[in-house]
């Protein structure tokens, strides 16, 4: 059987990045998409407490929530997955996500959650989405993913990698 990999965004179901991230990673892993039936950009770690969420099941391992990337978590981790993923991926998101903009964005948010749900995760963004190829920047979180599955991280912890337009696969930096 192969690994499950949780997919979610802030950018919504539809949104190139985690299209392109789905397709490019079901030739790896099992995948499942549970992200926003819409954009859901700089929501941060915002949960839907007004009303009834809404979970549409738009094909198989695609599944749309009309409400945050975290609500997207919480339910994936809590309610609709039988089984449980090795690891969960936020992205590839339309734009950087570097200093202050942790705060405010939904992707990142996403990833944080399944790590305080006790998932391994990563958030991952385009720097310069108009000049990046998403399926390049695809195969990069996949090589990425692979990594953090054999040296796993500690609970809590989760990485946030924003991906350059014009990187030439150079070494990563890791940055606090």
Same mark, same amino acid.
Request: glycine fraction near 8%.
């Given at each position: 059987?192969?690994?499950?990999? &949780? ?7 539809? *949104?190139?990045?985690?299209?392109? &991230?789905?397709?490019?990673? &079901? ?87 399944? *790590?305080? &749900? ?7 963004? *385009?720097? +310069? ?7 390049? *920047? ?27 337009? +014009? ?10």
């Amino acid at each position: 059987m192969k690994k499950l990999i &949780l997919l979610t965004n802030d950018d919504g179901v539809n *949104a190139t990045g985690i299209r392109m &991230l789905r397709d490019a990673a &079901l030739k790896v892993w099992d995948i499942v998409v549970i992200a926003p039936d819409r954009e859901q950009s700089a929501r941060s770690h915002a949960l839907t407490l007004d009303r009834p969420l809404r979970i549409n099941r738009i094909s198989e391992g695609i599944i749309s929530v009309d409400g945050t990337p975290t609500d997207c978590m919480m339910l994936a981790l809590r309610r609709i997955l039988d089984r449980r993923p090795e690891l969960a991926i936020s992205g590839i998101n339309y734009g950087a996500n570097l200093g202050s903009d942790v705060i405010y964005s939904g992707t990142v948010a996403g990833a944080a959650e399944a *790590a305080l &749900l006790g998932l391994p995760s990563i958030a991952v963004s *385009a720097v +310069k989405p108009e000049e990046t190829d998403f399926l390049w *920047a695809a195969g990069i979180t996949i090589k990425i993913a692979e990594q953090a599955m054999r040296n796993p991280l500690p609970p809590g912890v989760f990485l946030n990698v924003n991906i350059p337009p +014009k990187w030439t696969g150079g070494r990563f930096e890791i940055t606090r």
